[in-house]
């Protein structure tokens, strides 16, 4: 069984920055797809930025410009950097591991507020 175990979260002023980080329990990380997603109350869980095996990334239209998304092989951990913060990125961000099937986390609460 895979584990992902996610850190980073909390609480943060408007403007400010978190880095999420996603460590997964696998040797095999470096050949699967990875990604950040959100889910805010009473809303789905949506994609926030993927990465592929090969480095190539894709990061929905509210992540563009302001998140990062990376990954290091060697520690089988993904990051998220997010930047300039707003309310409206208050979530649970999950990570999810994808070869031959998907693997998730179980969430980290990200609340912007003031």
């Known amino acids: 069984q895979v584990q992902l175990v996610e850190s980073g979260g909390g609480l943060v002023q408007p403007g400010g920055s978190l880095r999420l980080s996603c460590t997964a329990s696998?040797?095999?990380?470096?050949?699967?797809?990875m990604g950040w997603y959100r889910q805010a109350p009473g809303n789905a869980r949506d994609l926030v930025a993927q990465?592929?095996?090969?480095?190539?990334?894709t990061y929905a239209d509210s992540a563009k410009g302001r998140f990062t998304i990376s990954r290091n092989n060697a520690r089988n951990t993904l990051y998220l950097q997010m930047n300039s913060l707003a309310p409206e990125d208050t979530a649970v961000y999950y990570c999810r591991f994808t070869h031959y099937t998907d693997y998730w986390g179980q969430g980290t609460q990200v609340t912007v507020s003031s």
């Open positions: 990465i592929n095996s090969d480095g190539s990334t």
């Open positions: 696998v040797s095999i990380f470096s050949i699967g797809v």
